[in-house]
């Protein structure tokens, strides 16, 4: 049975609305365009820290690029509860020993779900010694992205890490489309691959 992450998600946020309380959500980001709307969207809910950390970002002007756009969209928007933005180490060589065997993968295969659980493990880590409600990911506003493997990632790191994932699928209701104004409104630098090595030959993101 194919989930709604969706209505699982404002099931949530209307529990929470219920309680009267402002949650803490560590939020990893992929780059500025897809933390846009998230932001948008999420920011109405929870007091925000939003985390780079993208060690498979390739090559290194890329990376900075990435996260300098990021920083400058959060300073340029306004948002209802605080955004914080927090900066994982950036070490490259940890993307190539988690990729290797995988190199011949096809994208959106084995090794881009490697990908997606090495950055997320990070996040949930961080969000337990920080004492978050909740961590995710802003992966799953891609519609080139496996919103079903994202969130059943976030779930087994959720047991592993003690820190409550929370259910996403920002591409649902326009999200990808609202990204696609948010970037034209704020001048954001849309990139045409992923951010690897392996999806730059292939620029199918």
Known sequence: MNRNYQKELEKLLDREQNEGRIPRLFLHACCAPCSSYVLEYLSQYFEITI???????FPDEEYKKRAEELRR?????EFIHPVKFEEGEYRPEDFFAMAKG??????GGRRCFACYRMRMEE?????????YDYF????????????????EIGEELADIYEVEHLPSDFKKKDGYK???ELSRQYN??????????????????
Request: hydrophobic share 35%; glycine share 4%; charged share 30%.
């Open 73 to 77: 969209m959060i300073k340029e928007m």
């Open 123 to 131: 996040a949930a880590k961080k969000a337990r010694e920080g004492g």
């Open 188 to 205: 954001l630098y849309r990139q045409d691959y992923c951010g690897c090595v392996f999806s730059k030959k292939n620029k199918k993101n």
């Open 178 to 180: 609202r990204s696609i």
């Open 51 to 57: 985390f780079f950390y993208n060690p498979n970002i």
């Open 102 to 107: 995988l190199e011949e993968e096809a994208e």
């Open 136 to 151: 995710t990911t802003t992966l799953s506003i891609s519609p080139l992205k496996n919103a079903a493997k994202i969130n």
